[in-house]
């Protein structure tokens, strides 16, 4: 009896792919504790930067017309529009952010436990006012599209009753 070492340990593959079959019901449902997971995790960082925001909206304006102010004089007017358009911006974008962090971190937890059906799919949209801090939104918007296709599967929806009562 001869064993080649080098032969092919496919050798006796005859070429057929295995069949695949799509996620039944019990992929869906296996998947919901890490959207759970994805939106507390992006949920509390996106809180923290919308706090940022906050913070940065009350302190930067005045910083920033220190800084022009021993560039050139300004007048009056200039100073008062340059703060509240800085203000306003920076209080949008850390709103934004309090709001989606908030709605998606309760979301989350809710989602894990399997018991806000809901209030999973209201953080996911609600969340994507989180964009408005620029801070990864390109993650934010695919955790909402992911966590709203797994949340609006049958399957998941059927889980969520099932596990109500």
């Known amino acids: 009896m001869s064993h080649n070492p080098y ?3 496919l050798s006796g593959y005859d070429g057929s792919l295995p069949q695949s079959l799509p996620p039944g019901p019990d992929g869906y449902v296996k998947q919901v504790p890490i959207v759970g997971i994805l939106m507390i995790v992006l949920g509390s960082l996106e809180f923290l930067m919308g706090i940022y925001y906050l913070v940065i ?3 930067m304006p005045d910083a ?7 560039q050139r004089s ?12 800085l203000w306003w911006t920076f209080v949008g974008m850390g709103g934004g952010g309090i709001l989606g962090g908030l ?5 989350g937890i809710q989602v894990v436990r399997f018991r806000s ?12 006012a989180s964009i408005s801090t ?7 918007l695919g955790v909402s599209i992911y ?7 049958s399957s998941v929806r059927q889980e969520f009753a099932r596990r109500a009562l």
């Not at 920033?64 to 021993?70: F, G, Y």
């Not at 300004?74 to 358009?85: D, H, I, P, S």
């Not at 709605?103 to 979301?107: D, E, I, K, N, T």
């Not at 059906?117 to 994507?128: E, F, P, S, T």
């Open 74 to 85: 300004m007048g009056a007017e200039e100073k008062l529009f340059m703060k509240q358009v």
């Open 103 to 107: 709605m998606r971190l309760a979301g």
């Open 117 to 128: 059906h809901a209030l999973g799919i209201a953080g996911n949209i609600v969340g994507l």
């Open 7 to 9: 032969s092919s340990p």
């Open 57 to 59: 909206g009350f302190l």
């Open 134 to 140: 620029c801070y990864c939104s390109p993650f934010s």
């Open 64 to 70: 920033i017309e220190a800084q022009i102010r021993s």
């Open 147 to 153: 966590g709203l296709i797994i949340l609006f599967h």
